[in-house]
């Protein structure tokens, strides 16, 4: 039996999700009218019943195909998944396509429950919202690279700054130290001018 669950929108995406349930070793298939160019994104999420509930065994196994049901069946896609997955296939021509998922478990009476969700986009489409992205990010990146140089620039004003500041502060400390030592051999002189002086004094006084 035929089921058809998406209507293709030009230049927009399409997206279903559905649940069914199947049985080890079944195939289900949906048929779809797919124009060339047009990007067919699967995503799968199998699940076994136990203990009345339904939970993730890594055990089972899932066989998507992709069939040109107007080239004599022609198989254009066959890919095993996990119990968890996706797939991505791109239409080469425009028609209706078969698409299929068999899973495979140990246990072939078990009771799956599959989650499918299917996305169809236009590849022009695509490619405009990827140009308009790198063009958005180039322009991104110009702003970082603008404010960057602004950062290194302001960065060498102020090492140029700290340079200036560190010589005349050194200059400083120099005139300081001379100053310094100017005073220190000026009060030495005067000291020892006075010393001598008092000596001669009382030797003087001395003598008298």
């Known amino acids: 039996m035929r089921c058809s669950f998406l209507s293709l929108l030009f230049l927009a995406n399409i997206v279903s999700s559905m649940h069914f349930y199947m049985k080890p070793g079944e195939t289900k298939c949906f048929y779809e009218n797919l124009t060339q160019g047009h990007l067919l994104i699967g995503d799968f999420d199998a699940f076994v019943l136990r203990d009345a509930k339904y939970e993730e065994d890594f055990g089972i196994k899932l066989t998507i195909t992709v069939d040109e049901t107007f080239d004599n069946d022609h198989r254009v896609l066959i890919q095993k998944n996990s119990h968890t997955g996706d797939f991505t296939f791109t239409a080469l021509e425009t028609g209706e396509h078969r698409i299929c998922i068999k899973p495979t478990y140990s246990t072939m009476d078990a009771k799956l429950r599959i989650f499918m969700e299917l996305d169809i986009s236009n590849m ?5 919202k ?9 322009e991104r990146v110009l702003q970082l690279t603008e ?29 300081i130290l001379l100053w310094s030592l100017v005073q220190v051999l000026v009060l030495i002189s005067t000291c020892t001018f006075q010393l001598r002086y008092l000596k001669n004094f009382f030797i003087k006084q001395k003598v008298v």
């Open 124 to 128: 022009l489409s695509l490619d405009s």
């Open 130 to 138: 990827r140009t308009i992205q790198v063009r958005s990010l180039k």
């Open 147 to 175: 404010r960057l140089e602004r950062i290194r620039t302001q960065q060498k004003e102020i090492l140029q700054k700290e340079a200036v500041f560190r010589d005349q502060s050194e200059s400083a400390n120099r005139k």
